[in-house]
C-alpha cells in the first residue's frame, strides 16, 4: 500500500502503506492499508515472473507486499507493521507463492516483526527509516506455489535504469481493488531532483523511481513491496505525491542504505 500525503499546497503524497483511516489536519496526511488494487499503469503479472513477491495480511486480508529475502524472512515497509497498524503478532500472516492476494500458494504465520529502531509510527507524517522484517514459522521455500528469494542490492543503480515494481495496490488513485498481482517498470529517478520536489524528506535513507510524465507507479496497497533492478531488491515501496502524477516519482526505503541494518537483525 502506498500512504497518502497532503501537502500544505494542495497536492497529496501517497506513501505505500496502509489505508482506510480518515484525513486528518496536519501539513502531511497518510492513510494506513487499503485492501485490493493494483499498481497504476502496470500489466498482470506471474508468480513465476516474481517469485519472490509475497502478500501481508492483517487478519487474513491484504495488509502490504513483501519481499520474500531468505526462506523464513521477509522484507517489508516499517509503516505496514509498526505498533500503530498491528497489536499482535498473530494478526500477521504472510501469502506466499502466488499471483492472488487472496488463494494459492501457502500462507504462512509470522513469528516476529522487527522495525527499524528509528522509525516513528504515526498515520500523519512522512514515513522515515521505513524498513521492517518479517520473520516466519516456516520455510517459504517448497510449502506451496511458486516462491524463491531475491538477492539484495549493495549500490544504487544511477538515475535513468529501469526496474521493476509489483504489488496488489491501487490501478489508479482512489481506484478499485483487485486480488491479481500487477507489475510495471519504471527508472531511478535523479535524486537531486527528487529533493527538489519532496525536499528534506529525501535524503540517504531513500531513492525515487518513476516517469517525469507520470502514469506509472506504485500507490494505495502496493506498499512494503519490491523495486528490483537486475534480478537483486534496490527498493522498498514506501511513499510519493498521489499515484503516477508528472513531476512527482514514488519513493523507496533504500535497500543498499539498510544493508548493514538487514544484516545485523535477520542474518541475511
Known amino acids: 500500500m502506498k500512504v497518502v500525503i497532503l501537502l500544505v499546497l494542495g497536492l497529496t503524497v501517497t506513501l505505500a502503506a496502509p489505508g482506510t483511516s480518515g484525513i486528518k489536519k496536519d501539513p502531511y496526511i497518510r492513510y494506513t492499508p487499503k485492501l485490493g488494487g493494483k499498481i497504476v499503469?502496470?500489466?498482470?503479472a506471474t508468480?513465476?515472473?516474481?517469485?519472490?513477491?509475497?502478500a501481508v495480511l492483517r487478519n487474513s486480508a491484504l495488509l502490504c507486499g513483501g519481499s520474500l529475502i531468505a526462506a523464513k524472512t521477509v522484507l517489508t515497509a516499517a509503516h505496514c507493521v509498526a505498533e500503530?497498524?498491528?497489536?499482535?503478532?498473530a494478526m500477521v500472516t504472510v501469502r506466499v507463492g502466488s499471483?492472488?492476494?487472496d488463494t494459492g500458494g501457502s500462507v504462512i504465520a509470522a513469528t516476529a516483526l522487527i522495525i527499524h529502531e528509528n522509525h516513528i509510527p504515526c498515520f500523519s507524517c512522512t514515513a522515515v527509516y521505513d524498513v521492517a522484517a518479517i520473520l516466519l514459522n516456516k520455510s517459504a521455500i517448497g510449502a506451496g506455489g511458486v516462491a524463491s528469494v531475491i538477492p539484495l542490492a549493495t549500490t544504487v543503480p544511477p538515475a535513468g535504469t529501469y526496474g521493476v515494481i509489483s504489488g496488489w495496490g491501487d490501478t489508479t488513485w482512489w481506484g478499485d481493488g483487485s486480488t491479481r498481482l500487477m507489475r510495471a517498470d519504471v527508472p531511478v529517478?535523479?535524486?537531486?531532483?527528487?529533493?527538489?520536489v519532496y525536499g528534506s524528506a529525501i535524503d540517504d535513507t531513500v531513492i525515487c523511481a518513476g516517469l517525469e510524465s507520470g502514469g506509472v507507479d506504485s500507490c494505495q496497497g502496493d506498499s512494503g513491496g519490491p523495486f528490483a533492478i537486475n534480478g537483486k531488491l534496490v527498493g522498498i515501496v514506501s511513499w510519493g505525491?498521489?499515484?503516477?502524477?508528472?513531476?512527482y516519482p514514488g519513493v523507496y526505503a533504500s535497500v543498499p542504505n539498510?544493508?548493514?541494518?538487514?544484516?545485523?537483525?535477520?542474518?541475511?
Open 41 to 44: 499503469g502496470g500489466v498482470v
Open 47 to 54: 508468480i513465476e515472473e516474481l517469485p519472490y513477491q509475497v
Open 84 to 89: 500503530n497498524v498491528i497489536f499482535d503478532i
Open 99 to 101: 499471483a492472488r492476494n
Open 189 to 196: 529517478y535523479d535524486q537531486e531532483k527528487c529533493h527538489r
Open 241 to 247: 505525491s498521489g499515484c503516477a502524477l508528472p513531476g
Open 258 to 268: 539498510f544493508r548493514e541494518w538487514i544484516r545485523t537483525h535477520t542474518g541475511v
